[in-house]
């Protein structure tokens, strides 16, 4: 059943025309939910057919949720069906520094390392079992279509005065010369800055309990994992409408 959608908020930016920006919040291993929000972006598509549409993923996954692997298989066919943007969050880039080190584990697990593992059907089998073993068990496990999918994640997209990261920009620098550590993981210094940046910035990262605007960003992480709610906004001329 169609969710009626909320009124829309202007922005001082705009997409290019004939164009609608699909943004789609954190979803830490909630493919329930994701599965949800693709119907909607289908079903708000086939009600009003626009030129362009670009799907983009904010990042983030991964972990605390049940069904890691099940998130990034969906995402992959949006990806290769609709040419979907997929942002890298800081907890797929601690999973790639997991595929890479098995030493990684020790920060990997505090951020629901553990829940990702278990859905690709790996988990502890006693005590005596190593963060190499569980490395070793990982790299059997992971699907080369994820190795594909985590080769095509981008760290930043523009489009028209919009600018998508997951986490946030430095303020003060150019979005082109961005630190990569800064778009994944930059929290205080972005959220309290009141500057006007190079363009309109939407983020999640910090979780919200709701879509919070301000004059010069969106954060869309409601928090997924743990409220139920998938945020995903439509950004359409300077229009912003929760889906």
């Not at 584990?105 to 951020?111: C, D, E």
């Not at 940046?197 to 979780?207: A, L, M, N, S």
């Not at 919070?212 to 928090?223: A, G, P, W, Y």
Request: proline share 5%; hydrophobic share 40%; aromatic share 8%.
């Amino acid at each position: 059943m169609h969710r009626s959608a909320a009124p829309s908020r202007s922005v001082n930016a705009s997409a290019p025309a004939d164009t609608r920006i699909y943004a789609v919040g954190d979803i830490h291993g909630r493919a329930d939910l994701l599965s949800e929000i693709t119907a909607r972006i289908d079903d708000d598509i086939q009600r009003r057919p626009i030129a362009r549409t670009v799907e983009v993923y904010l990042g983030d996954y991964i972990d605390r949720g049940p069904h890691s692997r099940t998130v990034i298989d969906l995402l992959a066919v949006r990806l290769v069906a609709n040419r979907a943007v997929c942002l890298r969050g800081n907890h797929e880039a601690v999973m790639e520094g997991f595929l890479q080190d098995p030493a990684i584990l020790k920060y990997w697990q505090p951020l629901g390392g553990m829940q990702t593992l278990a859905s690709y059907g790996i988990e502890l089998r006693d005590e005596t079992e190593t963060a190499l073993d569980l490395h070793r068990r990982f790299l059997d496990a992971f699907p080369r279509a994820h190795e594909l999918f985590m080769q095509c994640l981008c760290n930043q997209f523009s489009c028209g005065d919009f600018s998508f990261v997951h986490a946030g920009i430095r303020p003060g620098i150019p979005i082109a010369q961005q630190d990569v550590n800064d778009l994944i993981w930059i929290r205080n210094e972005f959220l309290e800055s009141t500057r006007d940046h190079e363009r309109f910035i939407v983020h999640g990262h910090t979780p919200v309990p709701h879509p919070d605007i301000r004059h010069n960003r969106i954060n869309i992480d409601t928090c997924a994992w743990r409220t139920g709610t998938l945020t995903c906004i439509a950004i359409e001329g300077s229009a912003i409408l929760f889906l």
